[in-house]
């Protein structure tokens, strides 16, 4: 069974930075990609950032490009999303999620083609 677990997420000002990271047991991430998604109230659900495990390649949407990087650490099984230059409109829920087969990162932030999905962590970005 796959078990993904989000945690980092908090309050933050308005140009300030955190850290998610992505903890996954039951996978492994050199056999597939992970990817950050996120969700405001009352909009749908858009791809932050995904990475493949076996060349980690990246994708990053327009929205966070410049300001967010993905990184992974497959030793640990754990995918990381630093956040810089925070703003509001960032806040959200923040999901991370697998994807065994195709695992294209694009497609994968695009599509919204995902495995498994966790349990989200909360980001705020207000002053």
């Known amino acids: 069974q796959v078990q993904v677990a989000e945690s980092g997420g908090g309050v933050v000002q308005p140009g300030g930075s955190l850290r998610l990271s992505c903890a996954v047991s039951?996978?492994?991430?050199?056999?597939?990609?992970i990817g950050w998604f996120r969700q405001a109230p009352g909009k749908e659900r858009e791809g932050v950032s995904c990475?493949?495990?076996?060349?980690?390649?990246?994708y990053i949407a327009d929205s966070a490009k410049g300001r967010f990087t993905i990184s992974s650490d497959n030793a640990k099984n754990t995918v990381y999303l630093q956040m810089n230059s925070l703003k509001p409109e960032d806040t959200a829920v923040y999901y991370c999620?697998?994807?065994?087969?195709?695992?294209?990162?694009?497609?994968?932030?695009?599509?919204?083609?995902?495995?498994?999905w966790g349990q989200g962590t909360q980001v705020t970005v207000s002053s």
């Open positions: 999620a697998t994807r065994e087969l195709n695992p294209d990162p694009r497609s994968m932030c695009i599509t919204r083609w995902v495995d498994y």
């Open positions: 039951g996978f492994t991430l050199e056999n597939g990609a």
């Open positions: 990475i493949s495990g076996s060349d980690r390649v990246t």
